[in-house]
């Protein structure tokens, strides 16, 4: 169940605002690249959840149950201990393995 998410630490680290502001020009714009990816990844990963847990969804109830809640309960755990999708989003353009770009502000020509 390996993923491709860059090995991250679960805990908060304090960051320096000038690194973060310098990607982008202007703190907020850095702020709102970050936040887009962190929704992204955790789109992307609640849906490999869900679709896994799929899997094990039946419409009757069996003996076979106790062991798919199990395998379900294994599934949750893996997904719960993986790092916040605000970090990884953070490290990630930190490290500038996000592409970003502004769209030009045209003004209407008269």
């Known amino acids: 169940m390996k ?8 805990f908060i680290e304090t960051r320096d605002l000038e690194e973060i502001t310098n990607k982008t ?9 970050m ?7 955790n789109l992307k990963t609640r849906e490999e959840l869900h679709s896994k847990l799929n899997e094990f969804a039946s419409a009757s109830d069996n003996l076979e ?21 605000a970090l990884v989003a953070t490290k990630e353009f930190l490290e500038g393995d996000i592409y970003f770009r502004e769209p030009e502000s045209e003004q209407p020509q008269q």
């Open 65 to 85: 149950e106790v062991f798919e809640n199990r395998e379900q309960i294994e599934i949750s755990r893996h997904y719960e201990r993986m790092p916040n999708p």
């Open 35 to 41: 936040s887009k990816r962190a929704n992204q990844i």
């Open 25 to 33: 020009g202007n703190l907020y714009k850095s702020l709102v690249v």
């Open 3 to 10: 993923k491709n998410v860059p090995s991250t630490s679960s």
